[in-house]
């Protein structure tokens, strides 16, 4: 199988492109970096961090300076298809600074000495509104990939969203006891697989399957390396919920409409959330089709470059759906302030991708874990300053604007 979250252009025109936009890019990468990045690992007051970031999880003040350990670690390639989005990158550094425009409007004396952050979703009850996107190809960032991640997810109860496209399956990792733990599907258009897919999902115990619906085809990323193919064809990396399906010959499926809910619910049993949504017209389409759930995406700025960020799409998704089901948002979380933003603004739960994936890169299980702690605590800390103590009260009158 091709993949997915890797580039497959292996256009002349482009590659000549890409080596004259070679300086720009480096120059992009490394303001990135410095600009967005680091402004979270630098705004760490006496904490000494060499340029490689803190030296043990622990250490790490916040998500920003995991990023650092984990781009020291990190092989380029693997760094570059972690950190790369859509053409110029605007999307995925939007995602971000639309947060910072966000005023929080705090209440003062209300008893916030008991705090309590956990959220239902599907009748099951979450000890955090914080879980984990689906990010494939995790034997990049460490050597047990996703089992890693679930085992520190696990240890913290935080809910899981495996991809489809994870090195290993639905079933190693969900027997590290993640839960809820969630499945990813990437349709391939031979249908046949795909109901595989969900089977192999269902068996392992997952209730939700999350239909990425941004990826009709690849978002251009420029900076995003071919070796990555190459590992996939030698067979470096394995695709552990495909085993045994032969050859996949359609990494996306171009012709997927809205009748894949029907389908899905047709194949399977568990609840259909759509992921990517980002438009009050698809939030009422989702709605009037029986979709059960929303995550409000641009995975991560890398799909299309849009210019907008996610909490900028948020409120006109919650207003079209206007309770029927659950809307989370990821793309852009490194804060717990972030978090109680988009919660504010109507998301029922957030999604993280990038942060885990730098504790993981930089420190394995306990890198996830800090990272999971930090969002944790930086989430209560700012309930406690707004004078909020129940996720379902913070709403609108919270934030500005
Ligand atoms: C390296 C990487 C791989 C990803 N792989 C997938 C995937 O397999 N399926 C999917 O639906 N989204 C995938 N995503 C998108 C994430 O699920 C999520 O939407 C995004 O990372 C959120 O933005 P953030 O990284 O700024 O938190 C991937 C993102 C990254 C960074």
Redesign the pocket.
């Known amino acids: 199988m091709t993949h ?2 890797r580039s497959s252009d292996t256009d002349t025109t482009a590659a000549a492109h890409r080596a004259s936009d070679a300086a720009a890019l480096a120059r992009r990468d490394f303001l990135t970096w410095v600009g967005a990045s680091s402004l979270l690992a630098l705004a760490a007051p006496g904490c000494a961090l060499g340029p490689s970031g803190p030296r043990r999880a622990a250490d790490a003040m916040n998500v920003g300076q995991l990023e650092l350990a984990a781009r020291a670690k990190l092989d380029h390639d693997a760094w570059l ?2 950190a790369g989005g859509a053409d110029d990158e605007r999307t995925v550094a939007r ?1 971000v600074e639309a947060f910072r425009e966000i005023g929080i409007r705090a209440r003062r004396l209300v008893d916030v000495s008991s705090v309590d952050t956990s959220v239902e979703l599907f009748g099951v009850t979450h000890r955090t509104p914080i879980l984990l ?5 995790q034997q990049l960032f460490h050597r047990e990939a996703e089992v890693v991640s679930a085992r520190a997810a696990a240890a913290r109860r935080h809910g899981m969203i495996l ?3 994870s090195n290993r399956s639905v079933g190693e990792v969900a027997r590290t006891g993640v839960s809820p733990l969630w499945f ?1 599907l ?1 349709p391939t258009t031979d249908r046949r697989i795909t109901q595989g897919l969900l089977q192999r999902a269902e068996d392992a115990g997952c209730e939700v399957v999350v239909l ?1 619906v941004d990826a009709p085809v690849l978002g251009n990323r420029e900076r995003q390396h071919t070796k990555l193919a190459d590992m996939l064809a030698m067979g470096d990396l394995p695709l552990g919920n495909y085993e045994g399906f032969g050859e996949i010959e359609n990494e996306f499926d171009p012709t997927m409409t809205w009748d894949m809910v029907d389908w899905l619910h047709d194949h399977c049993d568990m609840r259909v959330v759509l ?1 990517g949504v980002v438009t009050a017209e698809d939030a009422e389409l989702a709605v009037a089709r029986g979709a059960d759930g929303l995550v409000v ?1 641009n ?2 700025g ?1 799909q299309e470059e849009s210019d907008r960020a996610t909490i900028e799409c948020l409120p006109e998704v919650v207003a079209a759906v206007d309770g029927a089901m659950p809307v989370l948002l ?4 490194r804060r717990g302030t972030d978090i109680f933003k988009a919660l504010a603004l109507g998301a029922d739960a957030v ?5 885990y ?1 730098w504790g993981l890169a930089g420190f394995g299980q306990p890198g996830v874990e800090h990272a999971l702690d930090l969002l944790d605590a930086e989430l209560v800390r700012i309930m406690r300053l707004a004078g909020v103590t129940r996720i379902a009260d913070i709403d609108a009158g919270f934030v500005t604007g």
């Open positions: 997915l979250d298809y972690l995602n996107c689906p990010v494939g190809f991809s489809s496209v990813q990437y990425t992921k995406s995975h991560g890398r990821d793309s852009g979380v999604c993280v991708g990038r942060p994936i």
